[in-house]
């Protein structure tokens, strides 16, 4: 048998050393200039933008949404357009507020679905959309279901140009401020994906739907028939 009596002396030498070494290092005075050392812990990791809107809408697009620019004047007269010419079998409306226009322009839809059995189209209000992401946020406050997902192969989200936030914290703290000491509703955040067409028929589903944005400006008068 191999004799390891000096193997072992010298892996003993070794670690000796280490620690002779260590406790000389540490011994040792260091001279730290703190003012060559940056400490803003509170610098943002992201630059500012400056057109919010543009950007959201930059983004949106590029990842598949589609956007129809309204306002005040001619969002119902574009929502009713929209589920006209899409010939939609059934729309589930979850908004109260378009219900009035939907029965004024004749068009049919549900305010409820069984599981299982989504519709062709969901009319949704978000109050949240984020610039970064090209995300479009969904509260409790305003819809009944606890996810978009599955509710239909086409979301129709109306929304305002004064709800997009530039990120994501940004939005949820305006939510605490508006929200005071109630809890905070819960928000669902989704991104729109790219849809394939076959023989020019989107191939959508409901969960990975298609997100057609009416996004309302904020520059227009309002009438009585405008989105609150």
Known sequence: MADNSQFDSSILADKEAIRKNIRNALSSKMEVRNTEIDMNMNADVYEDIANPVAAFLQEFRGNGGLFVPCTNQDLISILV??????????????????????????????????????ADAALVVSDVLIARLGSVGFSQALNVYPSVKGLARDLVVISRERCVFQDIEDALEYQKRKNGDNPLPMTEFIRPLPIEKVDGVPQCTPLKPRIILLLVSDHEPKNQESAS
């Open 81 to 118: 357009k929209l589920c006209q010419s899409q010939k939609y079998s059934t729309i589930l409306n979850t908004s109260p507020f378009f219900s009035q226009y939907l029965d004024k322009y004749g068009v049919q839809y549900v305010t409820a679905i069984n599981p299982g059995e989504p």
